[in-house]
Structure formats: structure tokens, C-alpha cells
Nanobody, 115 residues
Framework: QVQLVESGGGLVQAGGSLRLSCAASGTIFTFNAMDWYRQAPGKQRELVAT???????NYADSVKGRFTISRDSAKNTVHLQMNSLNAEDTAVYYC?????????WGQGTQVTVSS
């Protein structure tokens, strides 16, 4: 079965950067998109960034110009480069893979930004 493993989270000072990675293993059918979501304490999970099968990307307004999503199809891996981090970026970040068959979620990785 498909499994998503996230890495790269941690503690960073405001203004700093982190790079998250999400590696998919198992039998991967043709995917529609890979996404990053985040959920801060007391808030709903929100979509942060999306990259489609064709390479098209979309970002939440709050991260435009600061975050970049990319994909390494050969390794079934998606990355999220996060720059100019601020306290509002503190959240658990989740990777999501959608294929023509199923949707899969990672376990989440904690990002904490100190001010």
C-alpha cells in the first residue's frame, strides 16, 4: 500500500527557512496532484500549496512569494521550500497524494517558528 513519510520539520527563528519533504512509497498509480496542508492549534486544516500532474502550482495567499512547492517524479517525492517564516506559519504540515484511485495522507511534521 502507499505510504507517505514527511521530514524536514523543526524549530526555526522568524525570518528563517525550512525545506519539507514528503516521500511516497508503495505502488503509485498515475497521480492527479500532491499537496501540502497545515493545521495550527485551534484552527482548521488549510491548503498551503498544490502541484498537479502537469506541474501546475497553486498557493494560499498567505504563503505566496515565500513558499515553493516542487516534485521529483522519479523519486515520488514532493518538497516545500519555506522562506521568510513567521509565527503564523507554526503548524503541523501534512502531505497529501491524490491518484486516479485513492487519496493518501502523511502523518504530519511539526513546524515551529519562534519570534
Amino acid at each position: 500500500q502507499v505510504q507517505l513519510v514527511e521530514s524536514g520539520g523543526g524549530l526555526v527563528q522568524a525570518g528563517g527557512s525550512l525545506r519539507l519533504s514528503c516521500a511516497a512509497s508503495g505502488t503509485i498509480f498515475t497521480f492527479n496532484a500532491m499537496d501540502w496542508y497545515r493545521q495550527a492549534p485551534g484552527k482548521q486544516r488549510e491548503l498551503v500549496a498544490t502541484i498537479t500532474r502537469t506541474g501546475n502550482t497553486n498557493y494560499a495567499d498567505s504563503v505566496k512569494g515565500r513558499f515553493t512547492i516542487s516534485r521529483d517524479s522519479a523519486k515520488n517525492t514532493v518538497h516545500l521550500q519555506m522562506n521568510s517564516l513567521n509565527a503564523e506559519d507554526t503548524a503541523v504540515y501534512y502531505c497529501r497524494l491524490t491518484t486516479v484511485v485513492n487519496t493518501y495522507w502523511g502523518q504530519g511534521t511539526q513546524v515551529t517558528v519562534s519570534s
